[in-house]
């Protein structure tokens, strides 16, 4: 069982930066990903990104790339996600969740583990 508790969410105005965190527990998370999911009001849980615990490597949508960063901190067990350029279509509730290592990791199906998420609100 992998325990994930989010933070950092908030009200912003756009073009604001934001970083979330991640706090994980339970399990050692050398052969997992984790994962950074959002939804908004209506529409679908999409992916943000994501990025294997033990190589560092990170996955992200298209929406966000070039504006969003994950990273990790192994001492800690905290994933984050570091959001610059916000913009009021990024609101949404954003979600971390873990996985072990394998394939398609952009989507929220594969994923065992999620945290409660935490709001993210971008006003114009």
């Known amino acids: 069982q992998v325990h994930l508790v989010e933070s950092g969410g908030g009200l912003v105005q756009a073009g604001d930066s934001l970083r979330l965190s991640c706090a994980a527990s339970?399990?050692?998370?050398?052969?997992?990903?984790m994962g950074w999911f959002r939804q908004a009001p209506g529409k679908e849980r999409d992916a943000v990104g994501a990025?294997?615990?033990?190589?560092?490597?990170?996955y992200y949508a298209d929406s966000v790339k070039g504006r969003f960063a994950i990273s990790r901190d192994s001492a800690k067990n905290t994933l984050y996600l570091q959001m610059n350029s916000l913009k009021p279509e990024d609101t949404a509730v954003y979600y971390c969740?873990?996985?072990?290592?394998?394939?398609?990791?952009?989507?929220?199906?594969?994923?065992?583990?999620w945290g409660q998420g935490t709001q993210v609100t971008v006003s114009s």
């Open positions: 969740a873990a996985r072990m290592r394998g394939l398609g990791y952009l989507r929220s199906d594969t994923y065992d583990y």
């Open positions: 990025i294997t615990w033990s190589a560092g490597s990170t």
């Open positions: 339970g399990r050692p998370l050398s052969s997992y990903v």
